[in-house]
């Protein structure tokens, strides 16, 4: 539920449902698509994805609008990192031994895609929250 509101937040839509069907090897639904905007000069700093109860689910990411410099690394913060471009549509799974690999977003590339009418980047990001047959509290 919306933490200001109390509403519960809208369903997941069937296309990302779909998507996460094909690509998660997962037997079970995500539970939650968090989603960022990243405005022309915004970052995301290293971290590792870790709220979640079941670390065997993988994170599945979206990118849409604008193209990404992204930063994957270690388990360890001060490991070796690898930087890619992620463009509009892209798709990333943190899966296996990379669910909690270091990753970041070091910089957004302006106008590079005319999805958002305004600019910026869209990431999604599916998650299962809780262990199959538990519930989050
Ligand atoms: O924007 C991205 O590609 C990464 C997002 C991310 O790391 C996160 O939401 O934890």
Redesign the pocket.
Known sequence: THPLTGEPWPPIPDSLLDLWRQVSGYPNPPEAC?I?F?TPDAK?GL?Q?RDEADFSAP?V?V?LGDD?L?RVGQTTRDGATKSFR?KSGDV?VLGGEGRLAF???DRIYPSTSALLKNGGRI?L?LRRVTKPGETST
């Open positions: 968090l960022n990243y995301m971290h994805d994170v990411s990118s990404c992204f992620l990333v990753h970041g977003v990431n990001t």
